[in-house]
């Protein structure tokens, strides 16, 4: 099976596990119980795509590949994850705009999946649709509570698009296997949905009363393994187990 299609359902699989990981860490520390329970069904539903991607990268690699060994005991060089969605959960309003920021951009992406040639990613990308569109909702109507709310909750808010704007560039900049992946209706253009996020988060900003950045520099990088140096605090307690009594089983 061709590398880019491996390599592209890892980078799927792999940014979704992270944020997966990164949004379970609030799990039993959320702000409110309802809250705490939406962001660990999130955190679930990422969890459950990731397992879909990674076990069709298992197959198409054979073998005796499977979805434990890509999840647990690849190296940080080898994750292809947005940058994104690696970063700090810091408070809950930079939790709740890097949720926002991403799944507005999961949902476009996925809507185009559907219409893949390959029938199992777009089965996939279907199937997680409507789970994704409720994460939209969810972390966009916090966005807006927060950045139209309270002094303190909008300078929150503002302090957590400082911190993650610089990351979403990425999300629009095409690797080598995204473009094989698109060039044979695979994958998609990820240039083509830029215009359409920036609709989307402007509208939800306007409402939050919230500024769009311009002119920022752009970080990039993840999608072909090299990353920030979270991501090893992440694999360090993701992977701890599998590397501390290796082949264990529940």
Same mark, same amino acid.
């Given at each position: ?52 991607? &990674?076990?069709?990268?298992? +197959?198409?690699? %054979?073998?005796?590949m #499977?979805?434990?060994? @890509?999840?647990y005991?690849?190296? /940080? ?35 185009k ?33 927060l ?8 300078a ?18 095409s690797?080598? &296997?995204?473009?094989?992946? +698109?060039?044979? %209706?695979?994958?998609? #253009?990820?240039?083509? @949905?830029?215009?359409?996020?920036? /609709? ?12 769009v ?38």
């Open positions: 099976m061709s590398n880019y299609l491996v390599d592209y359902i890892l980078h799927l699989a792999d940014t979704t596990l992270i944020l997966a990981q990164r949004n379970a860490e609030w799990c039993g520390h959320g702000p409110i119980l309802e809250q705490d329970i939406a962001i660990t069904n999130i955190s679930l539903d990422l969890l459950g795509q990731s397992r879909n991607f &990674y076990q069709y990268a298992a +197959t198409l690699m %054979g073998g005796d #499977d979805e434990d060994k @890509l999840a005991l690849r190296k /940080e060089r080898e994750f292809k994850n947005l940058l994104l969605v690696e970063q700090p959960n810091g408070d809950w309003g930079q939790t709740i705009l890097r949720q926002y920021l991403f799944s507005q951009f999961q949902y476009l992406l996925f809507e999946l559907q219409q893949s040639k390959d029938d199992q990613l777009s089965a996939i990308t279907a199937k997680a649709l409507k789970e994704i569109k409720y994460h939209v909702r969810w972390s966009s109507e916090w966005v807006i509570r950045g139209d709310g309270t002094e303190e909750s909008k929150r808010i503002l302090k957590a698009i400082d911190e993650l704007w610089r990351y979403t560039g990425e999300m629009f900049m690797t080598k &296997y995204e473009v094989q992946s +698109t060039a044979v %209706g695979i994958g998609v #253009d990820n240039e083509s @949905l830029k215009e359409a996020w920036q /609709e989307k988060v402007k509208t939800v900003f306007g409402e939050a009363t919230l500024p950045p311009e002119k920022t520099f752009m970080q990039s990088g993840g999608k072909n393994g090299v990353h920030t140096e979270q991501l090893g605090y992440i694999l360090t307690e993701l992977q701890y187990m599998q590397r501390t009594y290796p082949d264990s089983k529940w």
